[in-house]
T-cell receptor, first 114, second 113 residues
Framework: DAGITQSPRHKVTETGTPVTLRCHQTENHRYMYWYRQDPGHGLRLIHYSYGVKDTDKGEVSDGYSVSRSKTEDFLLTLESATSSQTSVYFC?????????????FGEGSRLTVL | AQSVTQLDSQVPVFEEAPVELRCNYSSSVSVYLFWYVQYPNQGLQLLLKYLSGSTLVKGINGFEAEFNKSQTSFHLRKPSVHISDTAEYFCAVSGTGGFKTIFGAGTRLFVKA
């Protein structure tokens, strides 16, 4: 257990509203990631962070922004949610210094955009 | 850039039969390879990993995988499956230097009694 907590675990919102998902870790890992999981696509990387205020885009970053003001928290924001962003979102941390790509995952946040 | 192809979207198998879940990857650099398992309504957990050394790696729950560099494959095997192995399995790859891990689309394993 790498001490990862995602909140909220479930959220239903309407198209056009902003949404923020939070990932909190307790073990001071440098690398943190946001993935989305959709049937037939596996997990796709949205954004990742390699330190406080250091972030970069993944495969499917359009429509998403992230922030990391503290080592332990990595926030994913949908500025104006769309139905195509209905998905399960997973936060992950990179084990050790992140150099192998081995990941520990949170339990996921299920987002429904109506 | 790396990519991962899981060749089977669903694999039905009878209990106590052997199973192989296939994974091919492409990469222009040396890689680290992983298999993750996801049980219903849960997050992903690491099943096994190849970082270096022996190309045959053993993981939890009796699973093993073999890294084949010439065929760019990392197939997952288990000699005798149980009902409790029913889950979705994901193959993943990261380049040396890590930092970004790319996942395949997943294979759903159904174990039937």
């Amino acid at each position: 257990d790498a001490g990862i907590t995602q909140s909220p675990r479930h959220k239903v919102t309407e198209t056009g509203t902003p949404v923020t998902l939070r990932c909190h870790q307790t073990e001071n890992h440098r690398y943190m990631y946001w993935y989305r999981q959709d049937p037939g696509h596996g997990l796709r990387l949205i954004h990742y962070s390699y330190g406080v205020k250091d972030t970069d885009k993944g495969e499917v970053s359009d429509g998403y922004s992230v922030s990391r003001s503290k080592t332990e928290d990595f926030l994913l924001t949908l500025e104006s949610a769309t139905s195509s962003q209905t998905s399960v979102y997973f936060c992950a941390i990179g084990k050790g210094d992140g150099g192998t790509g081995e990941l520990f995952f949170g339990e996921g946040s299920r987002l429904t955009v109506l | 850039a790396q990519s991962v192809t899981q060749l089977d979207s669903q694999v039905p198998v009878f209990e106590e039969a052997p199973v192989e879940l296939r994974c091919n990857y492409s990469s222009s650099v040396s890689v680290y390879l992983f298999w993750y398992v996801q049980y219903p309504n849960q997050g992903l957990q690491l099943l096994l990993k190849y970082l270096s050394g022996s190309t045959l790696v053993k993981g939890i729950n009796g699973f093993e995988a073999e890294f084949n560099k010439s065929q760019t494959s990392f197939h997952l095997r288990k000699p005798s499956v149980h009902i409790s192995d029913t889950a979705e399995y994901f193959c993943a790859v990261s380049g040396t230097g890590g930092f970004k891990t790319i996942f395949g689309a997943g294979t759903r394993l159904f174990v039937k009694a």
